[in-house]
């Protein structure tokens, strides 16, 4: 099973700020990771595939890069609505299954 | 537009069964991957299923294989899971998610229910 390692756990910053988030992966999964948004009692939102592709709808402040087993998520200026928990996902061995990083929580500062 | 709609969802007692049911709108169902996502309170996100579109392949994470059954109807655009032998540490809000951004695609988690809860307590 391929293991996504996220950090930090949290992340405190002020709107306007930049914020890193990174996912290790456990083994190489080439480009096959996705990033998603979760606020509170809402289902996850999709926001990067293949490492670096923005979904449907997604503002440009959001970008992702790296591959093999190192990836980050960037939000290069923080708004309201960007503090949230963000989770990645590996599709790379899928079938059989897929796997998700522990989640990163960004809150105001 | 893709919207999945979950029901099915509530209260019932350990060892108890429950059946989920997702009804899919706005996408050729019957040309996706779909998949069970759940999540316990205030923890992280479980995959837990998935089946093909065609019902010819279907996968189950180690937690609930030989519990859970994943089924799908593509004429009635449903997806279902079928829960038995339920435990306290199933309780979660359970997600219904298409896969793939384009038919028979196997890339990320593309679009998801708004999720049903799912309480196991005596």
């Known amino acids: 099973e391929i293991i996504l390692t996220q950090s930090p756990a949290t992340l405190s910053l002020s709107p306007g700020e930049r914020a890193s988030l990174s996912c290790r992966a456990s083994?190489?999964?080439?480009?096959?990771l996705a990033w998603f948004q979760q606020k509170p009692g809402q289902a996850p939102r999709l926001l990067i595939y293949?490492?670096?592709t923005r979904a449907t709808g997604v503002p440009p402040r959001f970008s992702g890069s790296g591959s093999d087993t190192e990836f980050t998520l960037t939000i290069s200026s923080l708004q309201s609505e960007d503090f949230a928990i963000y989770y990645c996902?590996?599709?790379?061995?899928?079938?059989?299954?897929?796997?998700f990083g522990q989640g990163t929580k960004v809150e105001i500062k | 537009q893709v919207q999945l709609v979950e029901s099915g969802g509530g209260l019932v007692k350990p060892g108890g069964s429950l059946r989920l049911s997702c009804a899919a709108s706005?996408?050729?169902?019957?040309?996706?991957?779909m998949s069970w996502i759940r999540q316990a309170p205030g923890k992280g996100l479980e995959w837990l299923a998935y089946?093909?579109?065609?019902?010819?392949?279907?996968y189950y994470v180690d937690s609930v294989r030989g519990r859970f059954t994943i089924s799908r109807d593509n004429a009635k655009e449903s997806l279902y899971l079928q829960m038995d032998s339920l435990s306290a540490e199933d309780t979660a809000v359970y997600y219904c998610?298409?896969?793939?951004?384009?038919?028979?695609?196997?890339?990320?988690?593309?679009?998801w229910g708004q999720g049903t809860l799912v309480a196991v307590s005596s």
């Open positions: 996902q590996q599709y790379n061995n899928w079938p059989p299954g897929r796997t």
């Open positions: 998610v298409r896969e793939g951004l384009y038919s028979y695609d196997t890339s990320a988690s593309v679009h």
């Open positions: 293949g490492a670096s």
């Open positions: 706005g996408f050729v169902f019957s040309d996706f991957y």
């Open positions: 083994q190489n999964i080439v480009r096959n």
């Open positions: 089946v093909s579109p065609g019902s010819h392949t279907i």
